[in-house]
Each structure stands twice: as C-alpha cells, then as structure tokens.
T-cell receptor
C-alpha cells in the first residue's frame, strides 16, 4: 500500500513551458485534490475531484487544468508556466466519509524561471 | 468564506517542556472539523490530531492535546514533554461537514523549534 504518490519530486521549468504533475493513490479514495504551498500562506486548494469524471475548481485554479479518468489518478497540468507558479504542490486523497482523514503525497517542488 | 489564522509565525520550546500553538478560525457553519498537521523538513504532511465540532470533549493523542473553544472559535494545540522530533511547521486546518466535498482551509503555519 503506497498511499499517495507524486512525481516528479523536483522540477525546473522555463516561463511558457507546460508540464504535468502526476498523482496516484491506491486506497480507492473517492476524493482527490491538489494544493499549493507558498511561504506565509499555508496550503491553498487548486482543483479537486469527487470521483472519476468529476472535477471542480478550488481557491486558486487559474493556470492549471485537471482531469480524472480513473479513481486512482489525478494529474495536474500547467498550461503555460509562469514564475508565480513557483511553489510546492501537494496531492491529497480521502474517502467520502465525513470525518475521513486526508492523506497527502510527498509534494513536488516546482521552480519556474 | 472560512478563514483560519495562526498568529504565531514562530515558537520555541525547551526539550521536555510544554508549548501551546494558537489557532483561531471564522465560520458561519455549526458543524465542522478541525485538524492540526505537522510538516517536518521532509515536507510530508502528517495528521497530528483532529476534533469534531459537535464534540465538547477535547481530543488527545498521546503528548498532543487540543483546547477547543467553540464559542470563541479557538483551537489551540498543546504539546507536552516536547521532543527534538517535534520540531516542524504546524498547520491548523478547518473543514466544513455535510457539504459535497468540504475542502480544507489552512492557516499560515507556525514554525516550532525545540531546543535541547
């Protein structure tokens, strides 16, 4: 049981490049989400999904795209990277049980130059 | 919109002593959940303790306990017998109950240093 996995762990992009951050979970969780962590701001929700084929925007969705074709995978796409997207990105999952614990991946540190 | 505020950017404690981290939140909901997460230098987010708002009894997990004051919208974390391994960033988080998803709203974080 690997929990929530994310790849890559580190990435450097140039402004305007695109890339996909991968996230997978093996716990059969319905809910998955992406957060970004910036200094002094805690974690903020980018996008989330309540099941395969269903996604919605969080607090800071601009510049990011998501899709969920399977229960296990929830990739985050940066369409045209900008320096403002330099951050640490966390994927998380949990069951639909109301008090269900949120499990986090190890994070991806992204730098956009 | 819900907000979570951690007013202590940094705290320090001597090993074996007790420290309390503060958290306040703002919500119009009556049913919700509160969490404390620990983030060590490894960056991994680790759930420390959680509290259901409708339960008056304060949650405890070994050396970690909370002081939940619903009327004051306060949710502090007490760490007893502090250990070097407790050094980390601590985040307070809120999640509304009974909604279709219930996103986590985080505070800004408190860096805890433990001195030997």
């Amino acid at each position: 049981n690997a929990g929530v996995t994310q790849t890559p762990k580190f990435q450097v992009l140039k402004t305007g490049q695109s890339m996909t951050l991968q996230c997978a979970q093996d716990m059969n969780h319905e809910y998955m989400s992406w957060y970004r962590q910036d200094p002094g701001m805690g974690l903020r929700l980018i996008h989330y999904s309540v099941g395969a084929g269903i996604t919605d925007q969080g607090e800071v969705p601009n510049g990011y795209n998501v899709s969920r074709s399977t229960t296990e995978d929830f990739p985050l796409r940066l369409l045209s990277a900008a320096p403002s997207q330099t951050s640490v990105y966390f994927c998380a999952s949990r069951t639909s049980v109301s008090f269900g614990e949120q499990y986090f991946g190890p994070g991806t540190r992204l730098t956009v130059t | 919109a819900q907000t979570v505020t951690q007013s202590q950017p940094e705290m320090s404690v001597q090993e074996a002593e007790t420290v309390t981290l503060s958290c306040t939140y703002d919500t119009s909901e009556s049913d919700y959940y509160l969490f404390w997460y620990k983030q060590p230098p490894s960056r991994q987010m680790i759930l420390v303790i959680r509290q259901e708002a409708y339960k008056q009894q304060n949650a405890t997990e070994n050396r970690f306990s909370v002081n939940f004051q619903k009327a004051a919208k306060s949710f502090s974390l007490k760490i007893s017998d502090s250990q070097l391994g407790d050094a980390a960033m601590y985040f307070c988080a809120y999640r509304a109950a009974g909604t279709s998803y219930g996103k986590l709203t985080f505070g800004q974080g408190t860096i805890l240093t433990v001195h030997p």
